[in-house]
Every structure is written in structure tokens, then in C-alpha cells.
């Protein structure tokens, strides 16, 4: 059986262009290392550094490699708040759980301040950021509704009020245009496993000037920020999937919109009372999707069982027993957020997915709709 896979935002297929081009560097040299093959090493990565830095409209020296988004997250957040010793930290109630949990954990010591969002998922562009903050952070597009934050409009308040302004821009990057001069902004995360990269191989931009504090010592790898062995053939796949996402965006774009929009025709002609909880504006790969009176779950395990993968949610919170805290934010109940599921598109996406997604899940919902009654 040819499975389908419907999980893009847990991770996306390696690109094999991106594969050939990784290749030689499995085996090269250390780039740190003076002689030729730690040289080639270091041109290899440096040229990656171009390309993913142009991907965002960056300078290449503000672009920080990392092994993924979790430690690109957590060097900005937590290497702000060590260089910045005081104000508040505020987030938005439906971060990716790599920004959520670092912040929570920074209490009581930190002054912590929840952005809520509306019903939409979306945060009020007019969220009034305290003078004297320390820091703020915003995602710029959910990893699990999809729906597009306002960080530019954060941003210019944070940078009123004195703070540094981060965005976790991992489910944004390669979906749709992103520019870290238009959105102002000090800090943004970005991984090569969400668009068609490797995994392990990850980056925080950093704006000229701002200063953190590294996690960890041992060495001036990335300007002293980043201690530690480069994973280059890692790092040469981040550059040649930022490449490709930047060349082919539109593209993609317009496949996932059709996509997105094709799924949810169809599912709402074929099953009775399904409810959307992705809203405009969001990323077009992204749709969130209840069927009241059938436990997400158990639909999930059902299309894995046909050949299908979707998610419930984050795959960094898979196994927890609580339902998804992005959903609850929203104004969800406990058991409407457990009642839904996430399909996430990718580049090799097609309408025989769709189709294929919506037959089955007509009958998986039907089924399990009969077991209620």
C-alpha cells in the first residue's frame, strides 16, 4: 500500500535534489579545521549561510546556525533574558511548545504576560506592549491552525517600548513570503525540516546589534553564540531547500490553496457538521478540522490504518494527555479541541491526496459517529 502523507508540518519529505547536493559533505572535513578539506567545509557552509539568509531577506552575518528550531528558540529567548535582566517577557497563548515551555519556565523569577488570541487564532495587532519590556515573542504563523500572526505590528510596539522582539517563524518560512527588514524585527527562528530540508540543521536570525548571551561554552562557532561542531552536510541541505522554497514559493502557494480549498468543498459535501478552525489570514498548507462526535484520535489512528498521515496537533506535544492548548486558547472546550485533527500539505501534495482524504475519512467519521449513538 502507497501511503499518503498529510503531516507536512510535523516534517516534510527531504527534497532529492536536496539529498544529491548533501552528499558529498557527509564525510568532509571540520569547518573549523585550517586545512583544505575543513576549508571547503567552511565555504560550503558559508555559501548555505547566503542562501538561507536571502531566503529572509537578511545579511548573511546575521544568520546563526543551530541543530533545529527548538535551540534556534531557545537561544533568542533565553539568550535575550540573560543579556536583558529586566521588564516583563511577554508571549502569545498559542506558542509552538519550544517557545511556551522555555518561557513558563523562566518563572517566578521573570514577570510573564500572556498574549491572548480571539477566537480566529489570531492575535489583536493593537496588543499594547509595556514600556520597559524585556522581550516579546510572537510566531508568525501557527503550527497547528496555520493562521498569521501580526508580528510586524508587535514589533514596531515592542521596539516603542524598549524590547527585543523575536518571532518563531518556523511554519512560515518556505510558505509564504518572509522579510525580516518589512517586519522590523530583532529575532526570528527557521528550520530546513519544514520545507523540504534535512533535519538537525536549523537558524536564528539575528538583527546587527542585538545582543544575547550563548547557551553554552566551547568554542566561537557562529560569532561565539553557538559552541559546537557544524553539522555542514546538514547545514549545505538547509541552504539548498531555502533555495528551492525561495525559487518555487509561488508556486507551492498556489498548489496548497487549491488543495486547502478543494479539501474543505469536498468534506463539507460529503460529512454532515464539520467545523474549519483555520481562518484568514493563515499559511495556505494548513487546515484544522473538527467532526463533532468523533474523538480526533481515534480518527487519526483510522487513517493511519488506511494509509493516511495527518496529525491531532504539534508533534512536540504527541503523547500528552491534554488537549491542544493552541485550540483551548481559541475558546474551544476540552472536548471539541479533542474532536480535531490537522492536515498539512506539502510540495508533492496532489488532488488524488485530497480525494483519497476525504473518502476516507467519510467513512472513518461515519463509523465512529455510530458508536455514539
Known amino acids: 500500500m502507497q501511503r499518503i502523507y498529510l503531516d507536512a ?13 548533501m ?15 575543513g576549508r571547503a567545509a567552511r565555504d560550503a557552509m558559508e555559501h ?36 536583558r535582566e529586566t521588564g516583563p517577557v511577554l508571549y502569545s497563548t498559542v506558542e509552538h511548545p519550544s517557545v511556551k515551555g522555555t518561557v513558563e519556565d523562566l518563572a517566578p523569577g521573570v514577570e510573564l504576560r500572556p498574549i491572548p488570541v480571539g477566537p480566529t487564532g489570531h492575535v489583536d495587532p493593537e496588543t499594547e506592549i509595556p514600556e520597559g519590556a524585556r522581550l516579546v515573542t510572537c510566531m508568525l ?17 515592542a521596539r516603542a517600548a524598549g524590547a527585543v522582539m523575536h518571532s518563531d517563524a518556523v511554519q512560515a518560512c518556505g510558505k509564504v513570503p518572509v522579510d525580516v527588514r518589512a517586519l522590523d524585527i530583532d529575532l526570528l527562528s527557521v528550520s530546513a525540516h519544514k520545507m523540504h530540508g534535512p533535519k538537525g540543521a536549523a537558524a536564528l536570525y539575528v538583527r546587527r546589534g542585538v545582543r544575547l548571551e550563548p547557551l553554552a561554552r566551547g568554542g566561537e562557532h557562529e560569532r561565539g553564540l553557538r559552541a559546537g561542531t557544524e553539522n555542514v552536510a546538514a547545514i ?6 531555502a533555495e528551492l522554497a ?5 508556486a507551492r502557494r498556489t498548489l496548497w490553496s487549491r488543495l486547502s480549498g478543494l479539501l474543505v468543498e469536498k468534506l463539507c459535501e460529503t460529512i454532515p457538521d464539520v467545523s474549519v478552525h483555520t481562518h484568514e489570514p493563515c499559511v495556505p498548507s494548513t487546515v484544522n478540522l ?22 491531532t496537533g504539534s508533534a512536540c506535544s504527541s503523547g500528552a494527555a491534554e488537549a491542544s492548548h493552541v485550540l483551548l486558547a481559541m475558546g474551544l472546550t476540552q472536548e471539541q ?37
Open 9 to 21: 508540518n510535523a516534517t516534510t519529505p527531504l527534497d532529492p535534489r536536496v539529498r544529491e547536493i
Open 23 to 37: 552528499e558529498p559533505y557527509l564525510d568532509c572535513g571540520n569547518a573549523s579545521s585550517l586545512h583544505a578539506e
Open 48 to 83: 548555505a549561510r547566503e542562501q538561507v539568509a536571502a531566503l529572509i531577506g537578511a545579511a548573511p552575518r546575521e544568520i546563526i546556525f543551530t541543530s533545529g528550531g527548538t535551540e534556534a528558540n531557545a537561544l533568542a529567548l533565553l539568550g535575550t533574558v540573560r543579556a
Open 246 to 250: 525561495a525559487s518555487e514559493l509561488d
Open 290 to 311: 473538527r467532526f463533532p462526535g468523533a474523538e480526533g484520535e481515534a480518527v487519526l489512528l483510522g487513517l493511519d490504518l488506511e494509509g493516511i498521515a495527518v496529525s
Open 236 to 241: 549545505v541541505g538547509f541552504g539548498a531547500a
Open 141 to 157: 504563523a501557527n503550527n497547528e491552525t496555520g493562521a498569521i500572526l501580526p508580528v510586524a505590528a508587535l514589533a514596531r510596539s
Open 337 to 373: 479541541a479533542e474532536e480535531s485533527i490537522r492536515i498539512s500539505f506539502h510540495a508533492g501534495s496532489t488532488e488524488n491526496d485530497v480525494a483519497a482524504l476525504v473518502k476516507s475519512l467519510a467513512r472513518i467519521v461515519k463509523s465512529l459517529r455510530a458508536l455514539q449513538v
